[in-house]
Each structure stands twice: as C-alpha cells, then as structure tokens.
T-cell receptor, first 114, second 117 residues
C-alpha cells in the first residue's frame, strides 16, 4: 500500500530565502507525482506534475525533482515571498490495476515572514 | 478551458434539508472525483467516476449520493446530513488510467464549504 509522507509539517522562513519541501513515498511504482498549493479554505492549485520517466520539472521560481529509486521528491522554492505562504501537498498516482486513486501526503504549512 | 468549476462556494443546510453540489469541467477529462477535506487534513477520496460510470465508492454513507449526468458534469446530492459532515468538498478531474495517455495530472475545483447545522 502506497504511503506518502511530508516533512516538516510546518515551516517558517524569512522572505527572500530559498527553501526545500520534502515528500517521500514507499512504493516506486507510480505514474506520476504532483505538487499542489492550497490557501486556507480554498481548493488545490496544481504547481508541478512530474511523470514517472522524468527527473524534474520547473515553473518560474519552483523546481520539483523526482527520484523513484529513493522514493523521494523535493519542491524547491527560490527567493521566497510572503505570497508563497500556503499549505503544500504532494500526491502520488500509484500504478495499481484498475485504480483511480491519488495518495496525498499530510502537507507542509509554509509561512514566509516579511 | 483548464478549470474545474464548483457551485455553490458556500452552503449552510439543516439536517433535514436536501441540497446538491455541482461540478463542471470542459477539459475532456473522463474521470471525475469527489473529495472531502477537514481542516488541516489532506483530501479524502469519496467517489470516482470513470467514463460516466461509478468506479469507486470509498464506503461513503448513503446520505451522500453522486451522479454523473454526462462527461462534463458531476453532482453530489446531500440528504439528512450530520454536523460532522461539515467540511470542504472538492471536485477534481483527470484522464482515467485506461485512456491512451501518460498525463494523469489532476485538476481541482475551488471547493464548496459546507456547514451542517
């Protein structure tokens, strides 16, 4: 059974710092791994989708990596801004016959201090 | 169009009421999902529709009744809910696994904040 873990649960850093959020998964048999952002009381916004065959994806100040052999993904945020404050969720799509499930981590609540 | 639209954004209902949540997407996705999310927790899967047929029901109580009238619409009918059902309800869509594509990325709506009184 696929399990996804995100550490730390909460992170507070000063504005301008570069930071890394971690996501680990127990089963490397995945179609992809997706990073989402969620503001309080809002829906999930997709940030980056990394296919199983890819090593990384980049969008603006965000870079996500995937290492299936070690069961890890990281989300790198460069030059953090107060507007980056949100909860970040990673989710893996397991390769299971007939399955349509996404397995979420518990999320990292990020606060960027001005 | 790369959005999933959910209505209403907020809903307050009594325990004897009947209401419906609506979800619409025009991305050509043939898998649609209902999730329930409690505060400070990740979303929990409730139902999955694949090609307009219910493929997964995660042992959800019968007071929640999903419906998929066509490939673009997904409804969640609510009846005789309990206060503990108060949560953020999220709709999502993607391509189903059996579709000939490798892009199974999910798109989520902005959610309906449901309060049961």
């Amino acid at each position: 059974k696929q399990e996804v873990t995100q550490i730390p649960a909460a992170l507070s850093v000063p504005e301008g710092e570069n930071l890394v959020l971690n996501c680990s998964f127990t089963d490397s048999a995945i179609y992809n791994l997706q990073w989402f952002r969620q503001d309080p009381g809002k829906g999930l916004t997709s940030l980056l989708l990394i296919q199983s065959s890819q090593r990384e994806q980049t969008s603006g100040r965000l870079n996500a990596s995937l290492d299936k052999s070690s069961g890890r993904s990281t989300l790198y945020i460069a030059a953090s801004q107060p507007g980056d404050s949100a909860t970040y969720l990673c989710a893996a799509k397991p390769i299971i016959q007939g399955a349509q499930k996404l397995v979420f981590g518990q999320g990292t609540r990020l606060t960027i201090n001005p | 169009d790369t959005e999933v639209t959910q209505t209403p954004k907020h809903l307050v209902m009594g325990m004897t009421n009947k209401k419906s949540l609506k979800c619409e997407q025009h991305m050509g996705h043939r898998a649609m999902y209902w999730y329930k999310q409690k505060a400070k927790k990740p979303p929990e899967l409730m139902f999955v529709y694949s090609y307009e047929k219910l493929s997964i029901n995660e042992s959800v109580p019968s007071r929640f009744s999903p419906e998929c009238p066509n490939s673009s619409l997904l409804n969640l009918h609510l009846h005789a809910l309990q206060p503990e059902d108060s949560a953020l309800y999220l709709c999502a869509s993607s391509q189903p696994i059996l579709r000939d594509t490798t892009n199974y990325g999910y798109t989520f709506g902005s959610g309906t904040r449901l309060t049961v009184v």
